[in-house]
């Protein structure tokens, strides 16, 4: 108060103090009303937006009785639209595929879960979540729902339990007989934030809109509230089964234990049908299963190592290389274990350069050469470093097998295609117009061949890693007599375990 500049700053502060300080608006959250929303709550337009937004936020907009709903959108839906597309077009009597026709109790499709398979499969694929899947052993679509549930912080410390209780290495218990039947799902113990709710209802005579109200006042720890539904649920138990007060007050602090993590079951039960899917569809149709999920993922070269090394390995899927006279956009399914590496994924190219390359191929046929390539390709959409990109990812293979003397032609190329454009320009005196079909082309540079290093090292640059083969492939039979395990299977031991491989980069 004796200093004139902190008295003024801590008065405008007061000032300042509740103000709303921006505007923003929800990602995903959509009002829905039973009339004109401006019946209910104040709107404004965002500035270059065409949308009306709320100038209540998510609390007033509860409090005026309106419903929030949030719209999220999830990359797997479209992994899962692309698969239904590629299974329609190559699966004959599948042109109508859907995925609500699947049937939910499929042993192969439990049994990925179960063997803890599930890299790219929705919410369950961290090294965690397979390690808990080979614990449990999921056998229904219960199970996923309610160890997609657990599997966060607080309800985690349950799913010992809950493996145990189903594999019957522990018993079974509930609070009370009359919610047994209720909370035999989840073998007695509370998930979701519904069986609190339920677990009110049955024992406390609540009605479903009161214990909607119980566990708000649960999860968000009101103290005052929570003092006044006590004694709710004492006289509720009492009158509807006779409970006394203490064990009245012990199934309380168990609701509301279980009500301050509990996960909403419609949620997990959405997201665990959509793992569902995944899963299922990485059994029956593997090879769409990788196509989608990688076409997806095209920018992330970490994530495609990851997807093709579960292929390969796991589910013995073999790869094409990416091929201009064959290759697409996207990652496509050839047979049901070989899948053809998408164009669009290797560094340099883009959709546009991918469309105007298949554009090419489809009005004029295969190419037959690095030269008639460049002549027939759109040259403002497909330069030589994506020309170079191509080669190095194996893209030319199938034309010509010497990577090193394509890159090194790669300017005789550019050079002869705009040679056969000038000429194909003019109209000589006869008026004949060849378009350049006398040019004749001219030879490779002569290179030595890349080795088996330098091939797989320009490869990978293109493509983010290995594609053909592995620099470790010429001594892994060598190393497998003092080395027995792969990386991946190394056992979780204190005791010291040799393991190999190759220094890319020091630090």
Known sequence: EKEEEVRMLVELA???EGMTRNIGMHAG???IAPGKLTDFCPLYQQPGSDSAVSQYDKDDVEAVGLVKFDFLGLATLTI????????????KGQENFNYEDIKLDDAATYRLFSDGKTEAVFQFESRGMQGMLKDARPTRLEDLIALNALYRPGPMDLIPSFVARKHGRETVEYP????????????????YQEQVMQTAQILGGYSLGGADLLRRAMGKKKLEEMAEHREKFRAGALATHGIVQEKADEIFDLMEK??????????????????????????HYTAEFYCANMTVEMDDTDK??????????????????PDVNRGRYRFEPVTDKVIRYGLGAVKGTGQLAVEAIVKAREEGGPFTSLFNFCVRIDRQRINKRTVEALIKAGAFDAIQQNRASLV????????????????AAQVDIFGDCDHGSATQEPDLIDATPWGVKERLTYEKTAVGFYLSGHLFDEVAHEVRRFC????DDLMDSREQQVIAGIVSDMR
């Open 258 to 283: 279980f009500a301050g993590y509990g996960f909403n079951k419609s949620h997990a039960a959405a997201y665990s049908l959509l793992a569902y899917h995944t899963g299922w569809l990485k059994v």
């Open 80 to 91: 899962l639209e692309i698969a239904r597309e590629f299974v329609a077009q190559r699966h």
């Open 408 to 423: 090194a032609s790669i300017d005789r190329a550019f050079d002869f295609a705009a040679a056969t454009e000038a000429n």
């Open 176 to 191: 009370h007989p009359a919610v047994a039947e209720m909370l035999s799902e989840t073998y007695g113990i509370m998930v």
């Open 304 to 321: 495609l190592k990851v997807l093709f090394e579960d292929a390969t390995k796991n589910f013995g899927m073999t790869f094409e290389p």
């Open 29 to 31: 959250g959509v009002l």
């Open 484 to 487: 027995k395990r792969e990386i």
């Open 14 to 16: 007061q000032k300042l």
